[in-house]
C-alpha cells in the first residue's frame, strides 16, 4: 500500500477562509469515521451478492488508515466508502464549479449513507451557493441486474449485500446531522425507473457510484446531455468494476467523446465537458423529492438534547450528589446524637437526684 498523507484536519483561524477550510476537512475525517480514537472496517466473505452472508467488522489498526484515506475498506460506522482523498477531490471539484460560475445542479447516483452528496452541499453551502444537491438512490440496495441493454451477458449481482441498502430515513438523518437540509432533494428508487424523471436537469457536476453496468449506463444516457459545457463528470470504481468501464466506454465512443479522462486515484476517474457529446435542452428536474418531504413522511428521530437541557441534566446531578452528601452527614449525626443523648440522660437524672 502507498503511503498517504496522515487524515488531519485543518487548524482553524480567524480568517475566513482558513475556517472554511478547516470545517470541509474536519467534516471530511467524520464522513469517513477517522476522527475518533478508532474505527472499525466492515467486510463480506463473498461478494456474489447471492449469499446472504453476515457482514464482519474488525478494527483498523492506525498503520493501516491509509484504506480510509484512499476508500479501500468499506467503513463500519461512517457516513461514505470513498476515502478521504475523493472527497477532498470532490470539494474542489464543487469548488471548481462555482468560481467558473458553470450553471446547473449537483448530483450522486449511489449515495449508499449520503457522504459524498453530504460534502457536495457542505462545500456549495461554504461557498453561500444555493444550486440543488439531487441524492439518487434505491436506499434499498440493487435491483436484478440485466434490465438495460448491451454490456456483458454474466453482470454484477449485488443484491444480497444488505450492507449497502440503506433506508432513505436513516440517510436524511445523516444530513440533518449536519444541519445540511435546505436544497437537498432525494431521488428514491432504481436508476432504471427514476432517471427518466430527471432528464431535462441541468448538471454541472455528476456523480456516478452505482457499481453495475445498468446502473452506470441508465445514468449516463440520461444525465449527460443535461451536463453544461465546463461541468465535471465524476465515475466511481471506473478503474476496479470492469462491467463499469465497459458502460462509460460504450457511451463514449457512441457519442464520441473523447473529453480527456483524469484519474483521481486507484479506482476513480472524471472527465470535464467540452462541447462533444450529447446535448439537451436546458429543462428543469421534476422528479426530486424534497428533503423537507422526506422529513414529513418519515418519523423524526428523536431530537438530541440542547446544550441547555445538557447543563441542566448536569447541575441536577450535582445537585442530587450534594443531597445525598447532605442526608449521610445528618445521618452520621443523629448517630453521634445517641451518646449525646446518653449523657444529657444521665447528666439530667444527676442533676435530678442532686435536687
Ligand atoms: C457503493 S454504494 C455508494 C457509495 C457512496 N457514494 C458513498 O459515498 O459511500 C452504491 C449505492 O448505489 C445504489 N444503487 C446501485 N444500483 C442502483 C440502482 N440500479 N438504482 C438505485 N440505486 C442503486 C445502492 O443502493 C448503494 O447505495
Redesign the pocket.
Known amino acids: 500500500m502507498s503511503a498517504a498523507p496522515e487524515p488531519v484536519a485543518a487548524r482553524p483561524s480567524p480568517d475566513t477562509e482558513a475556517i472554511r477550510d478547516a470545517y470541509l476537512s474536519l467534516l471530511g475525517l467524520c464522513l469517513c469515521d477517522l476522527a475518533g480514537a478508532g474505527t472499525i472496517s466492515a467486510g463480506q466473505n463473498k461478494l456474489d451478492g447471492k449469499s446472504g452472508e453476515e457482514i464482519f467488522s474488525t478494527p483498523l489498526p492506525a498503520e493501516r488508515q491509509v484504506a480510509r484515506y484512499t476508500g479501500m475498506d468499506w467503513p463500519m460506522n461512517g ?4 476515502g478521504l482523498s475523493r472527497l477532498k477531490d470532490l470539494q474542489s471539484l464543487v469548488e471548481q464549479i462555482v468560481a467558473d460560475g458553470i450553471g446547473g445542479d449537483v448530483i ?10 453530504i460534502m457536495m452541499r457542505a462545500t456549495l453551502d461554504s461557498l453561500g451557493d444555493d444550486r440543488q444537491v439531487y441524492v ?8 436484478e441486474p440485466g434490465r438495460i441493454e448491451g454490456g456483458p451477458e454474466d453482470r454484477l449481482d ?1 443484491r444480497g449485500i444488505d450492507f ?3 433506508p432513505e430515513d436513516q440517510v436524511a438523518a445523516n444530513f440533518r446531522k449536519f444541519g445540511l437540509t435546505d436544497n437537498v432533494h432525494f431521488v428514491k ?4 425507473d ?1 432517471m427518466a424523471t430527471l432528464q431535462g436537469g441541468n448538471w454541472a457536476l455528476i ?1 456516478l ?4 453496468y ?2 452506470t449506463r ?1 445514468c449516463l444516457d440520461t444525465l449527460y446531455s443535461g451536463l453544461a459545457v465546463g461541468g465535471h463528470i465524476v465515475i ?2 471506473y478503474l476496479m468494476i470492469a462491467e463499469l468501464r465497459e458502460a462509460v466506454d460504450d457511451f463514449r465512443e457512441e457519442h464520441g467523446i473523447t473529453d480527456e479522462i483524469t484519474k483521481i486515484d486507484w479506482n476513480s476517474v472524471r472527465w470535464q465537458r467540452s462541447e462533444s457529446g450529447p446535448r439537451s435542452e436546458p429543462g428543469s428536474v421534476a422528479g426530486g423529492v424534497a428533503l423537507s418531504e422526506i422529513e414529513a413522511r418519515n418519523p423524526r428521530l428523536p431530537d438530541a438534547p440542547s446544550l441547555g437541557e445538557i447543563e441542566a441534566r448536569t447541575q441536577l446531578g450535582e445537585i442530587k450528589a450534594q443531597i445525598a452528601e447532605l442526608e449521610a452527614e445528618l445521618e452520621e449525626l443523629r448517630n453521634s446524637r445517641k451518646p449525646l443523648g446518653r449523657l444529657m440522660k444521665s447528666i439530667r437524672s444527676k442533676t435530678r437526684r442532686k435536687r
Open positions: 457516513l461514505s466508502m470513498v450522486e447516483a449511489g449515495a449508499w449513507r449520503g457522504g459524498a452528496s439518487a438512490d434505491s436506499f434499498a440496495g440493487f435491483p449485488l449497502l441498502s440503506v428508487g432504481f436508476f432504471e427514476t456523480r457510484d452505482g457499481d453495475t445498468d446502473a441508465v466511481d470504481d
